[in-house]
């Protein structure tokens, strides 16, 4: 079992920068696929980017976000970190971590959740 717990979250403006974490318990988080979503008042939940296993290290960003945020690991404290730049007003949701086995980008696939953490940005 593996317990995900996500912060960082908070209100921001346009263009300024927000790093949220998912820090997990119960296993080591360097052998799932990390990932991130988000989902907007009356929205689905929508991928944001993906990190592969430490071993294999890949990233892939929905392209909404390519440029402007960055996934990584810190499997030292058993961390994956979103770095968001750029932010404008339409990134603006809750920002859940999930944890899988799968390099996917469908919600359904992955196995474990966070609560999630509110990133609000105004205009």
Same mark, same amino acid.
Do not use: H
């Given at each position: 079992?593996?317990?995900?717990?996500?912060?960082?979250?908070?209100?921001?403006?346009?263009?300024?920068?927000?790093?949220?974490?998912?820090?997990?318990?119960?296993?080591?988080?360097?052998?799932? $696929?990390?990932?991130?979503?988000?989902? /907007?008042?009356?929205?689905?939940?929508?991928?944001? /980017?993906? @990190?592969?296993?430490?071993?294999?290290?890949?990233?892939?960003?929905?392209? /909404?976000?390519?440029?402007?945020?960055? @996934?990584?690991?810190?499997?030292?404290?058993?961390?994956?970190?979103?770095?968001?730049?750029?932010?404008?007003?339409?990134?603006?949701?809750?920002?859940?971590?999930?944890?899988?086995?799968?390099?996917?980008?469908? /919600?359904?696939?992955?196995?474990?959740?966070?609560?999630?953490?509110? $990133?609000?940005?105004?205009?």
């Amino acid at each position: 079992q593996v317990q995900l717990v996500e912060s960082g979250g908070g209100l921001v403006q346009a263009g300024d920068s927000l790093s949220v974490s998912c820090v997990g318990s119960g296993r080591s988080l360097s052998t799932f $696929v990390m990932a991130w979503f988000r989902q /907007a008042p009356g929205n689905e939940r929508e991928f944001v /980017a993906r @990190i592969g296993p430490t071993v294999y290290g890949d990233k892939y960003y929905t392209d /909404a976000v390519k440029g402007r945020f960055t @996934i990584s690991r810190d499997d030292p404290r058993n961390m994956v970190l979103l770095q968001m730049d750029s932010l404008q007003p339409e990134d603006t949701a809750v920002y859940y971590c999930a944890a899988g086995s799968s390099l996917t980008t469908t /919600a359904s696939r992955y196995t474990y959740w966070g609560q999630g953490t509110q $990133v609000t940005v105004s205009s």
